[in-house]
Nanobody, 123 residues
């Protein structure tokens, strides 16, 4: 069965870094796009980044461009989100999700989600 499991969240000071991992199973990662989303308390879920399977094209929300980097290791069935220069406004639960296709879809185009990992940026 399809599973996505996030890890790597935690408490970090402003300006610090974290690397989130999304371990996948139950499908061939090579064939599907993977997205990262986040949801802060009282706010709607926000798309953060996405990586395509065909050529590894990547996409980022304006709020994280230049600070976050998404990557994938198909051999390890894992997608990563390297987060640098973290800000308090990055505090949220971060989720990874499997796209229905090889390309990065709109928010409705994801069919499986992980359980999320908490990221808290605070001094």
């Amino acid at each position: 069965q399809v599973q996505l499991v996030e890890s790597g969240g935690g408490l970090v000071q402003p300006g610090g870094s974290l690397r989130l991992s999304c371990a996948t199973s139950g499908f061939t990662l090579d064939y599907y796009a993977i997205g990262w989303f986040r949801q802060a308390p009282g706010k709607e879920r926000e798309g953060v980044s996405c990586i395509e399977s065909s050529d590894g094209s990547t996409y980022y929300a304006d709020s994280v461009k230049g600070r976050f980097t998404i990557s994938r290791d198909n051999a390890k069935n894992t997608v990563y989100l390297q987060m640098n220069s973290l800000k308090p406004e990055d505090t949220a639960v971060y989720y990874c999700a499997k796209g229905s296709y090889y390309y990065c879809p709109g928010s409705a185009g994801y069919d499986y989600w992980g359980q999320g990992t908490q990221v808290t940026v605070s001094s």
